[in-house]
Structures are given as structure tokens and as C-alpha cells.
């Protein structure tokens, strides 16, 4: 193995690291723990969650600009990721707390509102490494493979998760099933296992030197982030895949928040259906990001998005129709074949039109387009819900963000092996 390679799988592996937090957290075990155990009825529970979604969606996409701006002039990005995986790291582990009962509904959103505010941060700096490490025109493969680790990544610990606590009659360590210990040990499980796996990138994945003092870098970087909104006409292609990605990305981040909490209040499904079908989805997204991954470096990453959105239409549209578990679960799994391919194939072509020089900060935006409306999904499904009393009627507003995402996609030039500058 090349040193090149070792570092592309170490980078990679950082994807396989930190997938357990939104799979485990923010879509299966604890999303559906909360709404059931914590929050007075299943209802009211997803209105709660998509508010505290929406508020770490709006310091999201009013910070990760700006880091990312920053960190262009400062150069190192490695810095950056450690103290947002922190964050998320600690914030998760302090779910332990979060008991079943209403006093806990406080703990439980700010915890997961700061855990989800670390996350994403830290996908701004770690996209924004993806170029560095690949061959122009390979970066479609390292992207999805890195994807795919990352949802094996999910369906791992999920599976730990099952056979070491939830389906057991004695979990480990002796936990209070009466108290949801089995449950609440997620969070510090999720912990764990995000700061063993992202280690390989922080010992021996190479950075950027350093460029000048952090004073200077925050002085410079807010000044270049103003300009080049000033100049967005100079970037036609960034700025247009922004606001198209900034649409469908909402519809997908709120189906990620909210598939548990549907599947466990419409289906009713228990805790360790739950898992399972979380593993199950893992295994179907992780296929489907590898595998286009390889054609996206063949085919261009508009048409692997393109097509991604148009499946996610139409079987999303059938997830919500359908009345019989069993459909729902096959419907599903067929859901996450498309899931994957959206995120990396969506990575891949802004590292195909980001100019180099403001990578990090064109990486910041790319995570202000994926949160800047982030709070609009959730808030309509909890104010549908709210509304209709019905869970599907609040999580059939996710399609209107896939439709509205593919038609501003076929405005977009099929970008390749250059970039745009």
C-alpha cells in the first residue's frame, strides 16, 4: 500500500467514525427513545425534536461560512475537526442523563442540539480534504467509498448497540432496562466509538501547514468571505449548485431526523425493530454509495444525483401510502440505495467547482446550503403533524424538497474532471 493510499483510508475512516452519531442519535434509537419515553406522546415528542433540529440548523448555517473562511487563510483544517468532533463527542456521551421522564426533555434537545451542532461543523474542515488527497477526476470513488464506510460504519455500531444492550435479557454492565439504561448508553456508546475511529485521520492523514496567526487568519478570512459574496456573479456554477443542494439536502437531513420517530409512532415499531431496520438500511446506503461512487467518476456527478432524487421521489412517495409494516421495511430498505449516492455524489462535484484557494470557505457555504433552510423540513413536518395530527401528513412535505432540488439540478452544466474557477 502507497502512503497516498493510507492516507485516503484514513481519511475515509472518519466517515466511518462519526456515521454512528446519525444513525444511532439523530434517525433510530434515541430520536424514537425520546418521542416514546421522554416526551409526553409520540406527537408532541417529533414537534419537540424538529424544533431543537431546526435551532442547531440555524447556528449551523450562520457559523460554518465563516470557520470555513477562517480556516482557508489559518491553512491547517485538522485543528478544526478535533474541537467540533469534541463537541459532538461529549454532547453525546451527556445523553446518559437523559432519564425517562419529562424533566429530562431539556437535558435531551440542548445534548443533541450541540451534538449535532459539532458534527456538521466538522464535515465543513473534512470535505474540504477530499481534493488534496485524490487524482483530478477519482474524486467520485474516494468519495463514495469514504461514504460507504460510513454507513457501514452506522450499521456496526447499531449492531453492537443490539447485541450488547437492547436485545439482550442481561445488557452489559448489569443495565436497568426499567430505567432505559440499555437505551440511554447510546450516547456514550456513540462517543466512544467516534473517538476511536477518527484517531487515524489526526495521527496520519497530512494537513496544511500553517499560513499566518489566528488573529490575522479571522481578520483576513471574514474579509475574503465578504468579498466573494459581494462577487457571487463570478461563481455562477458554485453559487447555483448551492442553492439547488441547499433544497433537496433539507428534504434528505429531515428524513434522516425523523425516518425513526415515522417508523415507530405510524408502524409501531418497538426499539429493536428499530435497530434492525436501521441495519438493514445501513447495509442497502452503504451498497448504494460504493456503487455510485464507482459510476460517478464515469457518468459525472449530476447524473448520479439526478437520478438519486428521482428514486427518492418515487419510493418516498410510497413510504407514505403504504398501511402494512412489512411494505413499509422493503420500501425502506430500497430508500437508503439512494440515500448514499445523493451525499457523496453532492461532495464530489462541489470539490469539482470549488476554486482551491477558497475551498474551505466554499466548503462553509456548502454547509450553510444544507442548513441554511434546514430549519424549514423539520418545522413543517412538526407544524403538519401538529395540524393534521398526523405523522405522515408532516412527513410528506419531504418530497416537495426532492422535486424542487431535481428541477434546479438540470439547470446545472455536467461537470467532470475540471474546475471551475
Not at 424538529?50 to 440555524?58: D, E, F, H, Q
Not at 413499509?328 to 453532492?346: E, H, K, R, Y
Amino acid at each position: 500500500m502507497t502512503a497516498q493510499s493510507f492516507h485516503r483510508i484514513s481519511w475515509a475512516l472518519f466517515d466511518f467514525a462519526n456515521s454512528a452519531f446519525p444513525t444511532v442519535i439523530t434517525t433510530f434509537v434515541f430520536a424514537a427513545y425520546f418521542s416514546k419515553a421522554i416526551a409526553p406522546d409520540e406527537v408532541t415528542g417529533t414537534s419537540l425534536w424538529g424544533y431543537a433540529m431546526a435551532i442547531s440548523g440555524i447556528l449551523i448555517a450562520c457559523t460554518a461560512p465563516f470557520c470555513g473562511a477562517i480556516a482557508d487563510r489559518a491553512g491547517a483544517r485538522k485543528p478544526w475537526i478535533f474541537f467540533f468532533s469534541l463537541t459532538c463527542i461529549l454532547a453525546s456521551a451527556a445523553l446518559w442523563f437523559a432519564v425517562p421522564d419529562q424533566s429530562a426533555i431539556i437535558l435531551a434537545l440542548i445534548c443533541v442540539g450541540c451534538a449535532t451542532f459539532g458534527f456538521e461543523m466538522t464535515m465543513v474542515f473534512y470535505n474540504a480534504m477530499l481534493a488534496d488527497l485524490c487524482v483530478p477526476g477519482r474524486e467520485g470513488l474516494l468519495s463514495g467509498m469514504a461514504w460507504g464506510l460510513g454507513y457501514l460504519g452506522g450499521l456496526l455500531g447499531l449492531a453492537m448497540v443490539l447485541v450488547l444492550f437492547v436485545q439482550t435479557d442481561q445488557p452489559l454492565f448489569g443495565l436497568d432496562k426499567d430505567l432505559a439504561e440499555h437505551i440511554r448508553i447510546s450516547g456514550p456508546f456513540v462517543g466512544l466509538w467516534y473517538g476511536l475511529f477518527a484517531l487515524p485521520l489526526f495521527l496520519f492523514v497530512p494537513d496544511q501547514p500553517a499560513k499566518m496567526p489566528m488573529r490575522q487568519a479571522v481578520r483576513d478570512g471574514l474579509g475574503q468571505f465578504v468579498l466573494t459574496l459581494k462577487k457571487w456573479r463570478d461563481h455562477p456554477t458554485v453559487f447555483g449548485f448551492l442553492l439547488t443542494r441547499m433544497i433537496y439536502i433539507d428534504g434528505l437531513n429531515t428524513l434522516f431526523a425523523f425516518g425513526g420517530i415515522y417508523a415507530a409512532g405510524t408502524f409501531g415499531m418497538s426499539f429493536q425493530d428499530l435497530i434492525i431496520f436501521g441495519i438493514s438500511i445501513n447495509v442497502t446506503a452503504g451498497l448504494g454509495a460504493a456503487i455510485f461512487g464507482w459510476l460517478d467518476d464515469r457518468w459525472g456527478s449530476k447524473r448520479v444525483i439526478m437520478l438519486s432524487l428521482v428514486c427518492l421521489i418515487l419510493v418516498g412517495t410510497a413510504t407514505l401510502l403504504v398501511t402494512d409494516k412489512n411494505h413499509f421495511m422493503v420500501l425502506g430498505l430500497l430508500l437508503g440505495l439512494f440515500m448514499g449516492p445523493t451525499q457523496a455524489a453532492s461532495r464530489t462535484y462541489m470539490s469539482k467547482i470549488a476554486p482551491d484557494h477558497l475551498r474551505g470557505e466554499l466548503f462553509g457555504l456548502y454547509a450553510f446550503s444544507g442548513k441554511a433552510t434546514a430549519f424549514i423540513g423539520p418545522f413543517l413536518v412538526a407544524l403538519f403533524s401538529d395540524l393534521m395530527a398526523s405523522q405522515r401528513a408532516g412527513m410528506a412535505t419531504i418530497i416537495i424538497f426532492f422535486v424542487i432540488g431535481l428541477a434546479l439540478m438540470q439547470k446545472l452544466p455536467d461537470i467532470r474532471e475540471h474546475k471551475l474557477t
